[in-house]
């Protein structure tokens, strides 16, 4: 998939002076063997770091490796200031660990007290002010090391992804729609460029690939993507020009950063002047990596990214948009297992999400958009939705919002599609999340976030949260059990 980081995770050993510099040499050896058993790409570092001179070795290392996120490992106690030093001067992600002792048959000369070291160390990184990842158990043996940084690469991957990420808007919000807005400054805040642009502007942009063949080509694998769904042949070339329009815009328009993301505004101007709703085009944009968020939401559009960034696969933006009625509950209770029917919710939008995902998907007209325009007539300006329910499989939901006072806040659940029909339009699925109905109430409505939730095709939840913590966010909101209450929550 295209505009996502590709990470390349140096290892690299610390070593205190008066501790045996081989045991941190060997236990690092071990690592990097670890992982290649495990198919987990990492690059060594030689140099061991002892003080500050091999620091700067370290770092020309690093830099002539073309590595982009650095897992730090104390092999041993390690020295504090040198550990500390290199983060600061890594442009990148850290993550820091330490090994765990090899044997209870040699704890005189092969014992290396990193569990002690990592303690030292955290002092002397909140001296620096760094925030560097750490697990949450940072001691291991080379196989749990390993494992901590096949998801480091995850986390990375996310991070500098952000870090890198310009998101490009076209129009205002609507007046009916203010719940997706927010103030941008805490986007800068967090290394995020924006380039917000008017629906004229792209209007002027989709004029101006008119006449550009490339035009039959994407028609023609549209068409072959929808097959027997391609209900509207005749609108197919005209939605292959916006599409073209919006990737010539990106291309020309990334400048100084790497990865990029669309928040447009898509009603109800839109359909007058572009002669189709632009749902499915949002979609297969979003299928090659680069999210489309509707209704101009920025922020939707920046979770959409992260969640791309954790799976890989294409994401979309549903509205958690209406409950399930009690007798579809009662139906279906084959599919729902041990769901409460508050556990429940169904998530929708007018045909965003990639074909790929939906079973059977297939163009159709947006039914409340044909209310609002085309009340008594037969479909037009309002065709071009993608429409199927969404398949059933493993979830995460995810927002990273900023407040009206500029503060930033996120959630993420992990939860799954049910195999259940909707019985309703659009892209559509019936969704679950444990204790959904008190994450709704004390978290989704107390903490004022708004409709959109981003939605990762795989659960995600450990990698959204512990990235949006390594971004500097410090209310990161999940799903509480029972039993665990949320701060408001009546205990009676």
Known sequence: MKNIPQIKMGLVAVSRDCFPIELSRKRRQNVARACAQKNIPVIEIEQVIENENDVLKALKEISDKGINA??????????????????????????????AEDTGKDLINGRGDAYCGLLSASYNFGLRRLNPYIPEYPIGDAEDIAKMISDFIVISRIVTGVRNLKIFSFGPR????????????????????????SELDLYDLVQQEKENPEIKRIAKEMADELGKGN???????????????LEKFMDANLGASQYGAFANKCWPAFEKYFGHVPCYLNSRLAA??????????????????????????????????NSVPKDMYEESKHEIGNYSLEDLWMGFHCGNTTTGCIVQPVMQYQLIMHRLMEPGQEPDITRGTIEGQIKAGDVSIFR????????????????????????????????????????????????????????????????????????GVSDVYFNQPKGMLYSSENPF
């Open 288 to 321: 090659s990596g680069v999210p489309v968020a509707c209704e101009a939401d920025i922020y939707g559009a920046l979770s959409e990214y992260m969640s791309v960034c954790a799976t890989e696969l294409p994401p979309a933006i549903l509205d958690i948009n």
């Open 231 to 245: 209900t509207y042949p005749d609108l197919i070339n005209k939605l292959a020009q916006y599409e073209l329009a």
């Open 400 to 471: 990273l919002q900023s407040s009206s006072d500029a503060k930033l806040q996120a959630y993420v659940a992990n939860g799954e599609v049910l195999n259940i029909k909707p019985k309703s339009f659009g892209c559509i699925g019936v969704f679950a999340v444990n204790e959904m109905g008190r994450f709704y109430r004390h978290i989704l409505l107390e903490k004022r976030f708004p409709h959109h939730t981003a939605i990762a095709f795989k659960h995600s939840g450990k990698y959204l949260f512990a990235a949006t913590k390594m971004l």
């Open 70 to 99: 650095l897992t730090i490992y104390l092999g041993n106690f390690g020295p504090e200031g040198p550990t500390s030093l290199l983060a600061q001067k890594f442009n990148g992600p850290v993550m820091l660990t330490a090994a």
């Open 174 to 197: 609507p007046f009916d729609f203010l719940t997706c807005h927010a103030p941008i400054q805490p986007l800068f805040d967090l290394g995020i460029e924006i380039m917000e642009n």
